[in-house]
């Protein structure tokens, strides 16, 4: 079975710029999740789908970031325009199902972002 | 709101055995999950507690007391390879998003 795949793995790009990034989730997986990791940090939430909708996007800074999974399958998350502070790890997950039973995720392998 | 932590570090002996722990205060809780993290890698799933009580799977357990929202990852027969960071994270009651701790980087010495 193949796993969560992520594009472009690295990015560096200047502040101001806007940086888009890829994920395809596991066949079959109704839920997907993006994740943004800085370093020496756990994982923190940024937006959760199920399917094509949107469940939770309440750390999702709006301002900059935005993030779209059209046809429920692929997702992308895009930021414009990027700060210093967004350099992380970028870490998409998916799951079978959402909701109340037991769910592991399984994460890609995350696109490093620097912004200079 | 959600709190979670666990040690930031710890070392250990290759052959020797290690506790990590994790302690929580959240509003409706549904589940803890510990997944180790090799630098520079995605987190994978180690295992999972919604009841009270030790699950074993192999030399990893993991315990968890919900009336004391306290969970341990115990590592036994330590190898050079579980060199890595665990991370603790919990499950709200609706939905299946995850609230990660900060995460604890592990050291395992000859």
């Known amino acids: 079975e193949a796993g969560v795949a992520q594009s472009p793995r690295y990015k560096i790009i200047e502040k101001r710029q806007s940086v888009a990034f890829w994920c395809n989730p596991i066949s079959g997986h109704a839920t997907l999740y993006w994740y943004q990791q800085i370093l020496g940090q756990g994982p923190k939430l940024l937006i959760q789908f199920q399917n094509n909708g949107v469940v939770d996007d309440s750390q999702l800074p709006k301002d900059r970031f935005s993030a779209e999974r059209l046809k429920g399958v692929d997702s992308t998350l895009k930021i414009q325009p990027a700060k210093l502070e967004d350099s992380a790890v970028y870490l998409c997950?998916?799951?079978?199902?959402?909701?109340?039973?037991?769910?592991?995720?399984?994460f890609g392998p995350g696109t490093r972002l620097t912004v200079l | 709101g959600q709190n979670i932590d666990q040690p930031t570090e710890m070392t250990a002996t290759e052959g020797a055995i290690v506790q990590i722990n994790c302690t929580y205060q959240t509003s409706g809780f549904n589940g803890l999950f510990w997944y180790q993290q090799h630098a520079g890698e995605a987190p994978t799933f180690l295992s999972y507690?919604?009841?009270?009580g030790l699950e074993e799977k192999g030399r990893f357990s993991s315990f968890l007391s919900r009336s004391k929202g306290y969970s341990y990852l115990l590592l036994k027969e330590l190898q050079m390879k579980d060199s890595a960071s665990y991370l603790c994270a919990v499950r709200r009651q609706a939905g299946n998003m995850l609230t990660f701790g900060g995460g604890t980087r592990l050291m395992v010495k000859p």
């Open positions: 997950a998916s799951t079978l199902l959402g909701g109340f039973s037991y769910n592991e995720q399984f």
């Open positions: 507690n919604v009841l009270d």
